[in-house]
């Protein structure tokens, strides 16, 4: 089944403690973004890479880092988590640069509830 | 900038009404791509419609239709025949395609309407 897989789903810490959040696609997708959900503001981006180690800054990149070191996996890592980053973090894959719009649909992970205390 | 508003914060309808969804944007590009996602108590979001800027036509997908006014950057969806499973948020978003750098495959999303489907 293709699909963009996440974890944990959810994640309790406390301020410092470094936590990586995975992502996993298995449709051999180029595009990979990470996205955080808070109330009242929607998605917003944090990172995107067009591919394997091509990664840069979306809108609210502060306090995160990724990496991509295989197609298939791209990592959310905050190295010291802080409550502002309570949040829900969505990742998600599409074709990539060049696929026709009709093909180019981005699939969305499950989300990961966070909580930073 | 591309921004994405969503003005309605709530909305409730009864089943088997229609009931529609306000989503307004603001962008200097002529090409783009418009987008409604659901998003069921499960969190997954879930693409619903999508519109072309350079088509005329509004897009539907069963009891989803939307209504694109390109001058008015207005982009509202319409459910009809709601149906219970139809509660979720729902997210407008904007997407250009022709974008580099960081714009590439962004999807810029409003804040989100919370509908509700009495029975």
């Known amino acids: 089944e293709a699909q963009v897989t996440q974890n944990p789903r959810y994640l309790i810490t406390v301020t410092g403690k470094k936590l990586t959040v995975t992502c996993s696609q298995n449709?051999?997708?180029?595009?990979m973004s990470w996205y955080r959900q808070d109330p009242g503001l929607g998605l917003r981006q944090i990172y995107y890479?067009?591919?394997?180690?091509?990664?840069d800054k979306g809108d609210v990149p502060e306090g995160y880092k990724v990496s991509r070191k295989e197609k298939r996996n791209f990592p959310l890592i905050l190295e010291s988590p802080s409550p502002n980053q309570t949040s829900l973090y969505f990742c998600?894959?599409?074709?990539?640069?060049?696929?026709?719009?009709?093909?180019?649909?981005?699939?969305f992970g499950p989300g990961t509830r966070l909580t930073v205390l | 900038a591309q921004t994405v508003t969503q003005s309605q914060p709530e909305m409730s309808v009864q089943e088997a009404e229609t009931v529609t969804l306000s989503c307004t944007y603001d962008?200097?590009?002529?090409?783009?791509?418009l987008f409604w996602y659901k998003q069921p108590p499960s969190r997954q979001m879930i693409l619903v419609i999508r519109?072309?800027?350079?088509?005329?036509q509004n897009a539907t997908e069963n009891r989803f239709s939307v209504n694109f006014q390109k001058a008015a950057k207005s982009f509202s969806l319409k459910i009809s025949d709601s149906q219970l499973g139809d509660a979720a948020m729902y997210f407008c978003?904007?997407?250009?395609?022709?974008?580099?750098?960081?714009?590439?495959?962004?999807?810029?999303f409003g804040q989100g309407t919370i509908l509700t489907v009495h029975p």
């Open positions: 998600a894959s599409s074709l990539g640069f060049g696929t026709p719009f009709q093909e180019d649909e981005q699939f």
């Open positions: 449709m051999n997708h180029e595009y």
């Open positions: 890479s067009m591919n394997v180690e091509v990664t």
């Open positions: 962008t200097s590009e002529s090409d783009y791509y």
């Open positions: 519109q072309e800027a350079y088509k005329q």
């Open positions: 978003a904007y997407r250009n395609p022709n974008a580099g750098g960081t714009s590439y495959g962004k999807l810029t």
